[in-house]
Nanobody
Framework: QVQLVESGGGLVQPGGSLRLSCVAS????????IGWFRQAPGKEREGVSC????????YYADSVKGRFTVSRDNAKNMAYLQMNSLKPEDTGKYYC??????????????????????WGQGAQVTVSS
């Protein structure tokens, strides 16, 4: 129902910043919680963040707290992940995802990929000097 496309990835030096964008089509993001995940080669997929639609509550993995900020613009049907103070260990392919229909809030298992119904194709982020 919902198609998602990420953009904004690339190569950045440690300490730098990137902003990932996620544009949705086929459905309005107001009806979904939005999750961000990342995965490095040979590693498990990791939940990065989640933002509820119901109250705008946000959740972050401990590894990114204070450095990453998730936001959304419902009028533009877009979501964003602002990444600051990037570290080499942030390197990976980043995905945006939406919850199931009418699940407006991030769940207690927001970091689990099984909580999400629709996924973007991923955007590569490489942090290296």
């Amino acid at each position: 129902q919902v198609q998602l496309v990420e953009s904004g990835g690339g190569l950045v030096q440690p300490g730098g910043s990137l902003r990932l964008s996620c544009v949705a089509s086929g459905g309005s993001l107001v009806y979904y919680a939005i999750g961000w995940f990342r995965q490095a080669p040979g590693k498990e997929r990791e939940g990065v963040s989640c933002m509820s639609s119901s109250d705008g509550a946000t959740y972050y993995a401990d590894s990114v707290k204070g450095r990453f900020t998730v936001s959304r613009d419902n009028a533009k049907n877009m979501a964003y992940l602002q990444m600051n103070s990037l570290k080499p260990e942030d390197t990976g392919k980043y995905y945006c995802a939406t919850s199931h229909w009418s699940q407006l809030s991030c769940t207690g298992s927001w970091y689990s990929a099984r909580q999400y119904a629709y996924w973007g194709q991923g955007a590569q982020v490489t942090v290296s000097s």
